[in-house]
């Protein structure tokens, strides 16, 4: 009792620093705006965490942590259907304020959920005094240059963001196991093969929308060719590395690296080639659907050009790019499309393809980097693979 007393009293302190702050350098306007948006931020995680903290004790943290994730997307997918119809009156000319909204409430539910285990120890005071952080961080914007809304609202999901980081890295040992993250890892890489799908209705209607689906639908053919052939080649992965042969598990990956290159890749050739049919199907010109599905494909090349990541990372049981990696990607994703004032199908297969791409890349320097599996063909040229 004395516990959640002082955890009010801590939290109702820092709203009254943070206010006090944000009155010196913000008008009332524009003070209101900002307060609005870190509360409804705090309401939604709240509510985002509620049904994982009413079953704390029968469920483990990945169920928790799904349900939350599950939680967010259904709240991303209606906000964003509200917004695009110009029915959230408090976000209209705001658009940064609305997808702050759901980054805080993202990064406060997870910081909860994760972490939220002992609330009256010490990880738990160290949550609740976040809107010190977040008001010394807007002094020192103040100091150096000038405040203004979107200003502050990034410095707030920063602040919220590094908490997280520091948490993970200071209190791992407050983590589930790599077993029991595995849920967990797989929502976060399913949430991000389909985020487009998701991402779709709320900015492209009519032959737009069209085009982009049945590309979308195409490039799923390469995709799930892709997936099969990794999945089909996890276990023996997975097998060289608990035997700890590294020289094994390096040339395993690299021969799925060039089986991927080869099945990818003809499989490719025959989705590019009946694309004309498709858009003549559909009655669109082949002229408007080309172009989208060439840029869809372009991004579904990442692991033909470097290599099966997403399968050797989880044979190597490297989880932080498998969780973070997705989240990061969508959310740049929301921001790209929703920042163009005329959302089309090219301008998001082009974004698709360039996080698709960025993300595979990024996969593959930490695997170069932990393991030393080398992106792609590159393994034919450093003689990890013999062809014959």
Known sequence: MVGSIGHVVVQGVGWFFLITVML?????????????????????????????????????????????????????????????????????????????????????ALMKTIFGADPHGFVGWLISTRHFFIAGALMAVKAFGTLTVDVALAVAMLCQLCLLLLLFRQFQNRLVTATDFLPARDFSSGLWRYADLMIMPCVLIGSEALIYLFARLLVEVVQAGVALLGARAISNLRSARELQDRSEFIGLAARLNLGTLLVGGGISLGVLTSGRYIADAIGASELSFQPVLLWLLAGAAGPMLFGATDPILRAAQIRFPLIFLPT?????AWVAVLSTPVPTALFMAQVMAVLNLSASAIAALILARKIGVWPGLSALMFRQIKLI
């Open 24 to 108: 010196s350098g913000l008008s009332s306007a524009d003070v209101l705006v900002l307060l609005g948006t870190l509360a409804l931020a705090e309401t939604i995680s709240t509510v985002f965490e509620y049904p994982s903290s009413a079953r704390r004790c029968l469920s483990t943290v990945t169920d928790r942590l799904g349900r939350v994730l599950f939680l967010w997307v259904i709240a991303c997918i209606l906000i964003l259907i509200l917004h695009n119809f110009q029915l959230l009156v408090f976000f209209r000319g705001q658009g940064f304020a609305m997808l702050a909204v759901l980054g805080m409430a993202l990064l406060l």
């Open 328 to 332: 990061l990607m969508m959310a740049l």
